[in-house]
């Protein structure tokens, strides 16, 4: 977990109100990533940055935006908060080479939220 | 498209015993092929990978994989399995012919329960 941490680290919230989550990282890492894991579906990738301001979809990405206006921070936000997002969050990195990102990541410690 | 697969939700061993996590792909081209560890309430860690080269990979705490490219399996080995090896293990792969996107998929983990 060294050089990458996520806040809150537990967030209890109610339905319908808007929650962010931060990732921050101390590595100068161009990748930066956000997964949420839950039982039964293993990792899956929410959105990803490549660079400041420059981000893209994963496969779930409903209902989530992310903003990255520095190298280390990305931040991840429901708009509106519901049940079915009731997870574990983990913020990943990776460097960059000449040819894209290097190709193992390094995740943080997790955030845990509750939406009751 | 690219895809990870790990038979086992869970895996019992003896202390003093060798363990065997499975894990098979699917992807078009060559593979990049990673497993991580996870302890309870930590983010990901990451244990070795296959990029190219010697079929034979070792990595962080004793651990070895096996690349077999006939059965597309990247099974994760240790010759003699501590109680404190007790994880959830993750496999993920990355098709590096797939484009700009660079996006592992990861399995569904496999609980390792070393037995004393």
């Known amino acids: 977990d060294a050089g990458i941490t996520q806040s809150p680290r537990h967030k209890v919230t109610e339905t319908g109100t808007p929650v962010t989550l931060r990732c921050h990282q101390t590595?100068?890492?161009?990748?930066m990533y956000w997964y949420r894991q839950d039982p039964g579906h293993g990792l899956r990738l929410i959105h990803y940055s490549y660079g400041v301001k420059d981000t893209d979809k994963g496969e779930v990405s409903d209902g989530y935006s992310v903003s990255r206006s520095k190298t280390e921070d990305f931040l991840l936000t429901l708009e509106s908060a519901t049940s079915s997002q009731t997870s574990v969050y983990f913020c990943a990195i990776s460097e960059s080479t000449l040819t894209g990102p290097n190709p193992e990541q390094y995740f943080g410690p997790g955030t845990r939220l509750t939406v009751t | 498209a690219q895809s990870v697969a790990q038979p086992e939700d869970q895996v019992n061993v003896a202390e003093g015993n060798p363990l065997t996590v499975k894990c098979t792909y699917s992807?078009?081209?060559?593979?990049?092929l990673f497993w991580y560890v996870q302890y309870p309430n930590r983010g990901l860690q990451f244990l070795l990978k296959?990029?190219?080269?010697?079929?034979l990979v070792k990595g962080s705490y004793g651990f070895e994989a096996e690349f077999n490219k006939s059965q597309t399996s990247f099974h994760l080995k240790k010759p003699s399995a501590l109680v404190s090896d007790s994880a959830l293990y993750f496999c993920a792969v990355r098709d590096p012919s797939s484009g700009g996107s660079y996006i592992p998929t990861f399995g569904r983990g496999t609980s390792l329960i070393v037995h004393p």
């Open positions: 296959y990029i190219t080269g010697d079929n």
């Open positions: 590595e100068n890492h161009r990748y």
């Open positions: 992807v078009s081209g060559n593979p990049y």
